[in-house]
C-alpha cells in the first residue's frame, strides 16, 4: 500500500470513529449510575466522582466556580448532577462520561435548589435577584420565573425551598416572613399559595421524608413556623416556641442546617441552636420529649435510613468529632474523631455505611454504622457536601 | 489502492472495531439506571424491560424459564436484576446489554429471594430442597448454604425471606413453626439465631421499613408473630389474634401477599383474609384501630411511598378492580378498573406514578396518583410482578 492509499485508509478509519463513537466509545464505561455520588471540592470549584460499592474515587469534574454551601439535585435517572453554585450557576455533570453537559448563569447569587417528583423540573432559589426559576430538567432552558415580589418593587432572598408531591416547590421569603408554595404542573400558567406573617426571618427549612409537613427556621425570633400540607386548609402554626437564638447561653457559631434534621419514626431530632444538645420532638404534638447531651454545638443531626442511629456533626471549635445516638436508648453510643473540620455526612442508601468529609484533612472517611470501623479513607481536597444519587428517590433532598 | 490492499485495509478496520467495540458499543446505550424496572412474563418466561421516565418498553429478555411466582431484587448499582424463578433458577439479567449475565438452577422449588444491605451476597429461599442459599451477588457462586433443617433429616419449605441491616437475613420455616436470623457477615461462618413455637404453619411475611419488626403470617392458626428484631433479647410476640383463616365469613380465593402490607406514619394498612376489607392497626401497640370497607377481599395492600394512599388489590371475581384508601380520611377515594386480572402493582420511588399489571388485558398502564389519569399503557403479554431498580436503595425489598 502506498504512502497516499494509507492516507486514505487512515481518512476511512477516523471517519468511522468518528460516526460509530468509537473515541466516544471507549472513554465512559458502560455501568449503572445507582451507586454513584459526588463531593464537592469548594476551594477548587471541582466535583469529584465515587463509586460506593468500591468505596473510591472515580473522576473528577472541575470548572464549576464558587461551591462555597453548593448542593446537588440528581436526575431521575441517576445519570446527571444538577450542581447549584453560590455564584448563581446552575451546572449540569454527565456522571458517565464525567463531563459538563451543561451549564446557565442564572442568578447574581444562589443558595441551592431542588427537582420536581417526576423529574422534569429543576428549580432554584436565589438571593439576587431574590425569587425562584424553573428550569427544564433536560435542557436547562427556563421555563419559569418566580421573582419573591411581596410589595411592589421588592424582591426577597428565597431560602429553604424544597420539592413537593405533584410539579409543587415550597420556600421561604427571608426578607418577607413568608412561606410560599408554588405549583409548577402547568409552568406557563404556575399558581403560588401565600402564607404571610409566618414569624420574622424564615432562614432556612425542610420538608418531614412524608411530604407533610414543611418547617421553617426563625432568625428574628424563637420558634419555628410550620404548615401541614395535608390539611384541607393548609395554615402556619409556630411549634417549639424555646426553639431559637433567644436562649443561647454560648455564642452560636454556625446556624445549624435544617434541612439534615432527622425524622426516626414518631420523633424528630433536632440541633438545639447555641447548645450543647439535641433536642427530641414528637412528631405528633410538635412538642419537645427530652434533651440528649453532645459534645459541642450541632450542625447536621441525620437519620441513619432505618431510624436506628442519629449522626451528629459539631461546629467549631468541635467539628473534629462526630457522634452517634441511639435512638432507642436515647443516648450517645460512639464518639468518632474522622478528621478536622467535619462539614458533612451522607449515608448509602440502606445505611450500612456513612462517608463523612473533613476539610482540614482533605479526607472522606467510609465508616461502617454498625462496627464504626473506617471501611475506605478518600483524598478529597478541601471536601465539603457529599451526595448520592439515591436522593434522587426520595422527597425533599 | 489494490483489491488486495482494500482487503487489508478492510481487515484493519474490523479488527479496530472489535477490539474497540464499535459494533459491541453500537447495541448497549450509555444511560442511567435509576429510571428503569422490569416486568415478569409470566406465560412466556420472559422479562420485559421498561423506562419509567419515557413510560416505554424498552427491551425484552427470554429464556428465563417458570416464572409463575418470580420475584426479582436489583444490583446496588441499578445495572443487574436477580430474578428468582419458581424452577429454582437464579438468574442475572444485565439492563444495560439487555442480555442474560448469569444463570444457576439452585434449587428444584424456589419461592424468592432478597439481597444483602451492602448488595454483595444474594439469597434465595427454597421449597425443595428446604433451606437458604447464599451466592455472590457478581459472580454467583455459592457462598452459604444452610439447609432448614429442623429435625435430623427433616427439611423446612422457606418462606418469608427478608434482608436486615448488616449481611443478615431473616425467614420462616413452614414445616417447622419457626423463624430463623442468619447472620452472614463472614459467609464462611454463618450464624443462625432460632425462634421456634412462633405459631402453626408460617406462609408469608415482612420487615417493616425500618428494619425493626418481622411479622409471620400463620396459615394453621389465627393471628401474627412478631420479632422486634431492635430488642436487646428479641423474642417472638402473637399479634392481632383475630386476624386469619378461623374467621372468614367467605371462601378465601388467594391468601394475600405479605410482602405488600403497607406502613404509612403510624399506622400499617393489612388485607383482611376472606373478608372485604382492609384492616388498620396501630404499629405502637399492634392492636387493630379500624376496618375500611372495600371492593373485594385484597391481595396487595400498598402505600404510596409518602404513606397519603394506600392502593388495593383484589383477588377473583374482583380482580378486574383497583381502590385507593386517603390514609386521612381512612375512606375510598377512587376506584380504577386497569383491565381484567390485576396482579401487582409498583409506585415509582417518588410517588408521581403507580404501574399496574393487569395480566389478561396484556396490558400494563402508568396512573398518575394525583389526577388517576392514566399516562400510558404498555402492551405486555401476560404481565405480572413489576420491580423498579428504586427497590435497590429500600430495605426489605
Known amino acids: 500500500m502506498k504512502r497516499r492509499e494509507w492516507l486514505a485508509a487512515a481518512a476511512t478509519l477516523s471517519s468511522i470513529a468518528a460516526v460509530g463513537g468509537l473515541t466516544g466509545c471507549a472513554a465512559p464505561v458502560l455501568r449503572g449510575t445507582g451507586?454513584?455520588?459526588v463531593v464537592i471540592g469548594r476551594a477548587n470549584g471541582t466535583l469529584y466522582l465515587v463509586d460506593t460499592s468500591t468505596r473510591a474515587l472515580i473522576g473528577e469534574v472541575p470548572g464549576?466556580?464558587?461551591?462555597?454551601?453548593?448542593?446537588v439535585v440528581f436526575s431521575r435517572d441517576g445519570r446527571y448532577a444538577y450542581v447549584f453554585g453560590r455564584d448563581g450557576a446552575l451546572t449540569m455533570v454527565d456522571l458517565l462520561t464525567q463531563r459538563i453537559a451543561k451549564r446557565v448563569m442564572q442568578a447574581g447569587n444562589s443558595i441551592g435548589g431542588a427537582i420536581s417528583a417526576d423529574g422534569t423540573l429543576v428549580a432554584a432559589q436565589n438571593y439576587t435577584p431574590g425569587g425562584v426559576k424553573v428550569f427544564d430538567a433536560r435542557s436547562l432552558e427556563l421555563v419559569a420565573d418566580i421573582p419573591a415580589e411581596y410589595a411592589p418593587g421588592k424582591l426577597s432572598r428565597v431560602v429553604g425551598l424544597v420539592?413537593?408531591?405533584?410539579?409543587?416547590?415550597?420556600?421561604?421569603?427571608?426578607?418577607?416572613?413568608?412561606?410560599?408554595?408554588?405549583?409548577?404542573?402547568?409552568?406557563?400558567?404556575?399558581?403560588?399559595?401565600?402564607?404571610d406573617g409566618i414569624g420574622?426571618?424564615?432562614?432556612?427549612?425542610?420538608?418531614?421524608?412524608?411530604?407533610?409537613?414543611y418547617i421553617a427556621g426563625l432568625f428574628g425570633e424563637d420558634g419555628l413556623a410550620m404548615v401541614d400540607l395535608w390539611a384541607d386548609q393548609p395554615q402556619?402554626?409556630?411549634?417549639?416556641?424555646?426553639?431559637?437564638?433567644?436562649?443561647?447561653?454560648?455564642?452560636?457559631?454556625?446556624?445549624?442546617?435544617?434541612?439534615?434534621?432527622?425524622?426516626a419514626g414518631r420523633r424528630a431530632y433536632l440541633p438545639a441552636i447555641g447548645r450543647?444538645?439535641?433536642?427530641?420532638?414528637?412528631?405528633?404534638?410538635?412538642?419537645?420529649?427530652?434533651?440528649?447531651?453532645?459534645?459541642?454545638?450541632?450542625?447536621?443531626?441525620?437519620?441513619?435510613?432505618?431510624?436506628?442511629?442519629?449522626?451528629?456533626?459539631?461546629?467549631v471549635p468541635d467539628y473534629h468529632r462526630v457522634q452517634v445516638i441511639d435512638t432507642q436508648?436515647?443516648?450517645?453510643?460512639?464518639?468518632?474523631?474522622?478528621?478536622?473540620?467535619?462539614?458533612?455526612?451522607?449515608?448509602?442508601?440502606?445505611?450500612?455505611?456513612?462517608?463523612?468529609?473533613?476539610?482540614?484533612?482533605?479526607r472522606v472517611s467510609v465508616v461502617d454504622t454498625q462496627s464504626f470501623a473506617t471501611r475506605a479513607r478518600l483524598d478529597v481536597p478541601a471536601p465539603s457536601g457529599i451526595f448520592f444519587t439515591a436522593r434522587a428517590a426520595r422527597m425533599g433532598f
Chains 1, 2 share one sequence.
Open 276 to 315: 450543647h444538645e439535641v433536642l427530641v420532638v414528637d412528631t405528633d404534638s410538635w412538642q419537645e420529649v427530652g434533651r440528649i447531651p453532645v459534645a459541642g454545638q450541632p450542625v447536621f443531626v441525620m437519620a441513619r435510613p432505618d431510624g436506628r442511629q442519629v449522626w451528629v456533626n459539631f461546629s
Open 35 to 37: 451507586d454513584l455520588g
Open 236 to 263: 402556619v402554626r409556630r411549634i417549639l416556641g424555646g426553639y431559637g437564638k433567644g436562649q443561647e447561653p454560648l455564642p452560636v457559631y454556625k446556624m445549624p442546617h435544617l434541612r439534615g434534621w432527622a425524622v
Open 200 to 213: 420574622r426571618q424564615p432562614y432556612d427549612a425542610l420538608v418531614t421524608p412524608d411530604g407533610r409537613h
Open 329 to 362: 436508648r436515647q443516648q450517645i453510643v460512639q464518639t468518632l474523631e474522622p478528621g478536622k473540620a467535619v462539614l458533612h455526612m451522607e449515608f448509602t442508601p440502606r445505611g450500612d455505611t456513612v462517608w463523612i468529609s473533613s476539610r482540614d484533612a482533605n
Open 163 to 195: 420539592d413537593l408531591p405533584g410539579r409543587r416547590f415550597a420556600y421561604s421569603l427571608f426578607d418577607a416572613d413568608a412561606i410560599w408554595v408554588t405549583d409548577c404542573s402547568d409552568p406557563k400558567k404556575v399558581t403560588t399559595q401565600k402564607f
Open 64 to 71: 464549576l466556580g464558587d461551591l462555597s454551601h453548593a448542593s
